[in-house]
């Protein structure tokens, strides 16, 4: 009985240590610091992710804008390499309709001196005519125009003056005379006109 007794003060004084003991872990400054600190290293780390992800938002946003930047030179430097390919190639045909028309132009005149002789063979001079006629339609489909000035004011920017006369009964600088036609194509001058000026 006895025994028992002790058995039982026994048993209660281990649990009221063990309450004790579970008391004072729980209410330890050491434990509390512990969980203070891990978190605020929680709460650290957090901000870290948080900035390392904001910064690589801020660095891809940039990049996207390069990309764009060099993109949108890329296709204006394109556009204007198309225009300016375009422009050569349109001076370029202008520059070799220009050449090759300027080769046949000694042909056209020799016709037109052929048309000024005088002949009794009506059928050669029908003949040269007709010739003639479908030269100058194939000039004029080529865009080529005639530059004849009689009468008007001499411009030095379609005509040579070869030779100076003085007439009353025209005005100052005008042209009197064309020696050889002028022939253009667009803006772009073939062959200047030979031409008399009067009363320089």
């Known amino acids: 009985m006895e025994n028992e007794k002790e058995k039982n003060d026994l048993e209660e004084e281990i ?15 050491e434990n509390t610091e512990i ?18 992800a904001q910064e690589e938002c801020e660095k891809l946003k940039k990049e996207i804008e390069d990309y764009k930047d060099k993109y949108l030179r890329l ?11 375009a422009k050569e190639r349109l001076e370029l045909a202008a520059s070799i309709k ?6 046949v132009l000694p042909v056209m005149d020799n016709f037109e001196r052929a048309l000024g002789t005088e002949t009794e063979d009506t ?3 029908t003949g040269v005519e ?3 006629k479908q030269f100058s339609d194939v000039m004029t489909k080529l865009g080529v125009e005639i530059i004849d000035p009689i009468g008007q004011v001499f411009d030095p920017s379609i005509a040579n003056a070869v030779n100076q006369i003085v007439d009353p009964e025209l005005g100052d600088n005008v042209v009197a005379q064309v020696f050889q ?5 667009g803006g772009k001058i073939v062959r200047y006109a030979m031409v008399v000026v009067a009363n320089t």
């Open 98 to 103: 220009g050449d090759t028309i300027s080769e």
């Open 123 to 125: 059928a050669y001079k």
């Open 75 to 85: 296709m204006a430097e394109y556009d204007n390499f198309r225009k300016r390919s």
């Open 130 to 132: 007709m010739i003639f």
């Open 181 to 185: 036609k002028g022939y253009k194509i």
């Open 35 to 52: 969980s203070e600190e891990e978190g605020s290293e929680k709460e650290e780390k957090e901000e870290k992710a948080e900035d390392t």
């Open 15 to 29: 649990k009221e240590e063990s309450a004790a003991d579970e008391s004072e872990n729980a209410e330890s400054p």
